[in-house]
């Protein structure tokens, strides 16, 4: 037995040793043994708790410095805890739309070049095929697309083919399928214009 393996085996039977009456290990003094810092209670989220406490700090208006002397942390640290959270909450969104996206009872395919004022037409016929009454306007389906995917569109045509859902309660969802004739278009009228 080496000099390292009794060091660890006599760790353990301390640690063992300092069970309370229910029989559990103290963490806090395991953790402090080890030079660990406290770890937060895991939640049932994509963000932890830590990254919460930093978010609600960043929202209150205060810099990444502050938040890390606040925190006992480095900027360093608290720029990279910051943009793991908003890519883990970016990441959930998305979990989210591809959850809605599954169970969207409406779902339909509009080919690049299409008018955005066609779309709340198709829109609606689909819903009429389900025998189904959407709770929006046609204005209320055009906003929502060009909000939800502004880059999917140029001036008021669809720039690529795409996949629309909607649910019963009127909410749309936008995928692209691709670059298509009116993304190249796009590209091509865009150097046009730095050039000239």
Not at 6 to 17: H, I, V
Not at 31 to 50: C, M, N, Q, V, Y
Not at 138 to 163: C, N, T
Not at 171 to 179: D, I, M, S, T
């Amino acid at each position: 037995m080496t000099f390292s393996d009794r060091k660890d085996k006599m760790s353990t039977e301390r640690r063992n040793e300092e069970r309370d009456e229910e029989g559990n290990v103290d963490l806090e003094d395991e953790r402090k043994e080890h030079g660990e810092e406290e770890e937060p209670e895991p939640l049932d989220s994509f963000i932890t708790a830590r990254q919460i406490r930093m978010l609600q700090m960043r929202l209150a208006g205060l810099s990444q410095q502050e938040v890390a002397d606040s925190l006992g942390t480095t900027r360093s640290n608290i720029s990279i805890l910051e943009k793991r959270a908003h890519q883990n909450i970016a990441r959930a969104r998305r979990t989210l739309e591809q959850w809605m996206m599954l169970q969207a009872p409406i779902s339909l395919e509009a080919r690049a070049g299409t008018d955005v004022f066609e779309l709340p037409a198709m829109i609606f016929a689909a819903a009429d095929q389900k025998h189904m009454r959407l709770p929006v306007t046609s204005l209320d389906i055009v906003v929502q697309l060009r909000r939800k995917a502004p880059r999917l569109f140029y001036k008021r045509v669809l720039l690529q083919d795409a996949r629309i859902f909607a649910t019963e309660e009127g909410e749309l969802l936008v995928e692209g399928l691709g670059e298509g004739e009116g993304e190249s278009r796009r590209k091509s009228e865009a150097t046009e214009e730095k050039s000239a």
